[in-house]
């Protein structure tokens, strides 16, 4: 089970930080990402992290502005969001995947991921 949390509304050029914390085990053996759905418009991939190497993925919209990290000690994806502007505005979600391979690269597919959370609502003000 997957529990986002940190959404908000901000201004732009704010930041803030998204958590999803995971239950249960083998959380390190776990690839992790983020999506995000604005109103209107699909699901699409933002972030991404693999497990072993930490490997990591960015949506070319979110690179230099967004950071995804993992803390396998507290369970935990962060997602670290800078200089935040309005088309950031959507709902995120955390994701986790199960496969060996996501040991050497992180999976940014979503139909890659096997368990959801539930998403937190970002809204980015002009």
């Known amino acids: 089970q997957l529990q986002a949390s940190g959404g908000g509304l901000v201004q732009a050029g704010a930041s803030l930080r998204l958590s999803c914390v995971a239950s249960g085990r083998a959380f390190s053996s776990y690839a992790l990402g983020w999506f995000r759905q604005a109103p209107g418009k699909e699901r699409e991939s933002v972030a991404a992290?693999?497990?072993?190497?930490?490997?990591?993925y960015y949506a070319d919209s979110v690179k230099g502005r967004f950071t995804i990290s993992r803390d396998d000690a507290k369970n935990t994806v962060y997602l670290q969001m800078n200089s935040l502007r309005p088309e950031d505005t959507a709902v995120y979600y955390c994701a986790a995947a199960w496969g060996s391979s996501y040991c050497y690269y992180a999976p940014h597919s979503s139909n890659e991921y096997d368990y959801w959370g539930q998403g937190t609502l970002v809204t980015v003000s002009s």
């Open positions: 992290i693999g497990w072993g190497f930490s490997s990591t």
